[in-house]
C-alpha cells in the first residue's frame, strides 16, 4: 500500500483526569503506551501517578493497579485521604489494586541471567484480576537501585516498557531526576514513548513547581514549562493560554457604582470586561473596587474580593467612612473575601486558590487588590503570566473583574509595574492634583475599548455619601483648579458677578433718572408748543371773523349805492364803516 492511499490513524489519547494536563498534552497520555514522571523528591510523582489511575476509575470507568516500590497501601489511603480519595472504597469494589514491592538492594545479585520474570508475574495477575486499563508504577529507580552495569539496567527497562505495552495498558512509571540528565541513570528517557519532568525550585524562598513535556512520540505537545499546584484539590496544571481568544462576550452594560463614572464610560461597563484601575497610594482605587462591589451585590449578584493588604473586617470599616455597608452582602452570602499576604505562597499556590473559589463561588465580579502586592513575592514577567491566566479564566466565564495596581510618584501615570494595561478592556486612571499647597484627587479614563468615553480629568472625591466626579474647572493660564483653589475661584467669580450686577443696577438707575428729567423737559415743550398753538388758532379763528365782517359791510354798501336814496332812508354808521 502507498503512502498516498494509505490512512494514517491518529495517535489515541488516554485522559488523565488531571486539571489542565490534558490540555497542554492535546488530550491525555498516550493509550496503551507507557509514560515516564522524572521529578525530585517532592516534585509531585507519586500524586501524579495515583490521580492517573484513580481517575480513571471514577470518571473513564477503567479499572487501575498502583505499584509502589516505596509506600504500603495503608500509607497510600491515608496520604490521599485528604484530596477527597478513597482507596479503601476502590479496592473494595474491585476497581483498584495496590501492590507494595519492597525491594532490597543488598539482597539483589547482578547477573547476567537477572529478569523481571518475577514481577511481570505479580503485575499480570493484578491486571487480570482487575481487569486493569491503567497501571502506575511509582518510584521505580529503587527496582533497579543496586544495578551497576547500564547495559543490564537498559535491557531489563526496555523489557518493562516493552512488557506494558504487550499488555495493552495505559502505563504512568514514576522516577527520580539525575543531577545533570532527566532521570538518575539518563537512560530511561530515551526508552519511553512520552517523557514529563517534574521541577520543585525555590524562588525568593517560595517553592515553585513546574511541568514540562520533554518528549512524546506521535503527537503534539505543548513544549514550554507549566506551573502545577499541589493542593488539597490536587494535582493542578495551569497553562498560560488555556483559554486563548475564543471566549463569548456581551453587550450588556453594568453599572461602576458611581453614576457619574458609568457616563464617562458611554453608559457603564460591558459585563464581562477587565477594568484596571492604577494610582498612587491614598487616590481611591479601592474605594472604586469596593463601589462596584456593592453595585453588584445589590444587584442580586455575588462578588469576589481578593484582598492581599488589608484583612475583611478592616475594608468594610474603612469602606463605611465613604456610606458603603459591605459587611451586609457578606452576611447575606453574595461578598466573600479572600484576604493573604503575596509572600504566604507562591504565585501558582494564589492562582489555584482563585481557581478553587471562582470554581466553587461562582461569582459575578472579582477584585484583586492590588495586584502590585505579588511583585514582593515575584518578579515582574512571572506576575504578569499570572494575570493573563486569571483574565482568561475570568473571560471565559463571563466574569467581570477590577484590578487595582499601585503606581509611585517619580512613575510615568501611563504606566503599571506588571505592564498589564494591553490586557485589559478599561483603565481608569487615578492621580493627585497639586496646587496652592493643597493636594486633591483627579480621575481619568485612560482607556475604554469598545465604547465612546470622556477624555476629561474629573475631580475625584470620596465624602460621606460616596465618591463624587465634579467638573475640574481651569483658569485663563491653563491650570487645573481644584480643592480650595476651586472654591476661591468659585467665590472670586460670583464677587465679581455680584459687582457687576450691583454696577448694572447702578447704572440702569442713572439711565432712569435721565430718562424721568428728558420726559419732563419734554412735557414742558410740549405744553409750550400746546399753548403757543392754541393763541395761534385763537388769533387765526378773530382774524377770520374780521375778515368776514368786513365782507359783509362792503356787500351792504354795495347795495346801497345801487338804490336811490330816500327821505326818510337813514344810513347806518357800521354799514358805512
Known amino acids: 500500500m502507498t503512502m498516498s492511499n494509505a490512512t494514517i490513524a491518529a495517535l489515541e489519547k488516554c485522559p488523565t483526569g488531571i486539571a489542565g494536563f490534558d490540555e497542554i498534552s492535546g488530550g491525555g497520555l498516550p493509550r496503551g503506551r507507557p509514560t515516564l514522571v522524572a521529578g525530585h523528591a517532592g516534585a509531585g510523582k507519586t500524586l501524579f501517578a495515583l490521580e492517573f489511575v484513580l481517575h480513571g476509575i471514577e470518571h473513564f470507568q477503567e479499572p487501575g493497579v498502583f505499584v509502589s516500590f516505596e509506600e504500603t497501601a495503608a500509607e497510600l489511603t491515608a496520604n490521599v485521604a485528604s484530596l477527597g480519595f478513597d482507596l479503601s472504597r476502590h479496592q473494595h469494589e474491585n476497581t483498584l489494586r495496590i501492590i507494595n514491592i519492597d525491594i532490597e538492594p543488598s539482597e539483589l545479585i547482578e547477573a547476567g541471567e537477572y529478569d523481571l520474570d518475577g514481577l511481570f508475574l505479580r503485575l499480570g495477575a493484578a491486571i487480570d484480576a482487575t481487569g486493569a486499563r491503567r497501571i502506575a508504577l511509582d518510584a521505580v529507580e529503587n527496582l533497579f537501585s543496586a544495578f551497576t552495569d547500564l547495559r543490564i539496567l537498559r535491557s531489563e527497562f526496555r523489557r518493562l516498557m516493552n512488557w506494558l505495552k504487550d499488555k495493552g495498558v495505559s502505563a504512568v512509571v514514576t522516577t527520580e531526576r539525575g543531577t545533570t540528565t532527566i532521570t538518575r541513570h539518563g537512560l530511561e528517557e530515551y526508552i519511553a514513548d512520552c517523557v514529563i519532568a517534574l521541577d520543585n525550585r525555590i524562588e ?33 496544571v495551569m497553562p498560560i493560554t488555556s483559554a486563548g481568544l475564543t471566549y463569548p462576550i456581551s453587550k450588556e452594560r453594568i453599572s461602576s457604582g458611581v453614576e457619574s463614572l458609568d457616563a464617562m464610560l458611554g453608559g457603564g461597563l460591558f459585563r464581562g470586561s477587565s477594568v484596571l484601575v492604577t494610582g498612587t497610594s491614598g487616590t481611591g482605587k479601592s474605594s472604586i473596587a469596593a463601589n462596584m462591589v456593592d453595585a453588584a451585590c445589590r444587584r442580586g449578584e455575588r462578588a469576589l474580593y481578593l484582598a492581599f493588604e488589608e484583612s475583611p473586617d478592616q475594608i468594610e470599616r ?16 453574595r461578598l466573600r473575601f479572600h484576604a493573604a ?176 428729567v428728558a420726559e419732563g423737559k419734554i412735557a414742558v415743550i410740549r405744553a409750550e408748543y400746546e399753548e403757543e398753538l392754541h393763541t395761534l388758532e385763537a388769533d387765526l379763528a378773530r382774524e377770520d ?33
Open 204 to 236: 525568593n524562598q517560595l517553592a515553585t513547581r513546574r511541568l514540562r513535556i520533554v518528549k512524546y512520540r506521535g503527537s503534539a505537545h505543548g513544549g514550554d514549562e507549566y506551573p502545577f499546584v499541589l493542593d488539597r484539590h490536587g494535582f493542578t
Open 318 to 333: 474603612n469602606m463605611s467612612s465613604i456610606g458603603l455597608n459591605l459587611a451586609q452582602w457578606r452576611q447575606a452570602g
Open 545 to 577: 371773523m374780521q375778515a368776514q365782517l368786513a365782507e359783509t359791510s362792503m356787500a351792504e354798501l354795495a347795495t346801497l349805492r345801487a338804490e336811490p336814496a330816500r327821505p326818510d332812508t337813514k344810513i347806518s354808521i357800521h354799514s358805512v364803516l
Open 341 to 516: 499576604r503575596p509572600t504566604s505562597s507562591g504565585l501558582e499556590i494564589h492562582l489555584a486558590t482563585l481557581m478553587s473559589l471562582v470554581h466553587e463561588f461562582h461569582p459575578h465580579l472579582v477584585v484583586i487588590d492590588p495586584i502590585t502586592a505579588f511583585s514582593i513575592a515575584a518578579d515582574d514577567e512571572r506576575v504578569k503570566m499570572m494575570l493573563v491566566r486569571a483574565v482568561d479564566l475570568f473571560k471565559t466565564r463571563g466574569i467581570t473583574s477590577l484590578f487595582t495596581a499601585l503606581t509611585y510618584g517619580g512613575d510615568a501615570p501611563e504606566s503599571t509595574s506588571v505592564a498589564i494595561s494591553s490586557l485589559v478592556d478599561v483603565w481608569l486612571l487615578l492621580r493627585n492634583l497639586e496646587s496652592a499647597s493643597e493636594r486633591t484627587r483627579g480621575l481619568y479614563v485612560c482607556k475604554a475599548r469598545g465604547t465612546a468615553h470622556s477624555n476629561q480629568i474629573r475631580e475625584f472625591r470620596l465624602t460621606n455619601s460616596g465618591i463624587e466626579l465634579v467638573d475640574v474647572l481651569v483658569d485663563v493660564s491653563g491650570q487645573i483648579l481644584t480643592g480650595s483653589a476651586r472654591q476661591l475661584h468659585k467665590s472670586l467669580k460670583e464677587s465679581r458677578m455680584i459687582a457687576r450686577r450691583d454696577e448694572a443696577a447702578r447704572r440702569r438707575t442713572l439711565v432712569e433718572q435721565r430718562r424721568q
